[in-house]
């Protein structure tokens, strides 16, 4: 089991991320690319919600 130590954005859509194991007799550190590809399906047009009470 790995723990996130931080993330640095490298773009709009690209973060990397820095891991340590937290298994003490380890300790591995290891960095993962999260990247955005596509789509996959999209919501409707928000709703208009209607004014709050007192508005």
Wanted: net charge positive; proline share 5%; charged share 25%.
């Amino acid at each position: 089991m790995a723990r996130t130590r931080t993330s640095r954005r490298l773009s709009d859509h690209t973060i990397r991320q820095y891991h340590q194991c937290q298994n003490l007799e380890c300790s591995e550190s290891f960095t993962t690319l999260n990247a955005f590809e596509r789509r996959v399906s999209s919501r409707d047009a928000p709703a208009t919600l209607p004014p709050a009470a007192g508005d």
